[in-house]
């Protein structure tokens, strides 16, 4: 079975920086993409960021983030990396992984989404 691992997640400062990392382990044959997706309270999940797994992809990013946050991988570990610059309190929610891929050479796609992990925004 598919695992995804967040970490990064917590009590964060306005302003200041956050960096969250997922990590895929378990049958993947291979990744078409990872990225984010979060929940604020009271809100529907959305989108935030993915990366394509193919090289020299480039990252899409939410309008409302994307002059903030970047999300980069490591293929070699499977992970990715969301880094967020100049928090601020409506960035406050449960931030999921989310992986698209394939368990075997025939090309069926999967998702699998991590458990998530909550970052509060606050002073």
């Known amino acids: 079975q598919v695992h995804l691992v967040e970490s990064g997640g917590g009590l964060a400062q306005p302003g200041g920086p956050l960096r969250l990392s997922c990590a895929a382990s378990?049958?993947?044959?291979?990744?078409?993409?990872m990225g984010w997706f979060r929940q604020a309270p009271g809100k529907e999940r959305e989108f935030v960021a993915s990366i394509s797994w193919s090289d020299n992809s480039v990252p899409h990013y939410a309008d409302s983030v994307k002059a903030r946050f970047t999300n980069s991988k490591d293929v070699a570990k499977n992970t990715v990396d969301l880094r967020v610059d100049n928090l601020k309190p409506e960035d406050t929610a449960v931030y999921y992984c989310?992986?698209?891929?394939?368990?075997?050479?025939?090309?069926?796609?999967?998702?699998?989404w991590g458990p998530g992990t909550q970052v509060t925004v606050s002073s």
């Open positions: 989310n992986l698209v891929y394939a368990n075997d050479s025939r090309g069926d796609t999967y998702t699998s």
């Open positions: 378990g049958p993947i044959f291979a990744i078409e993409n």
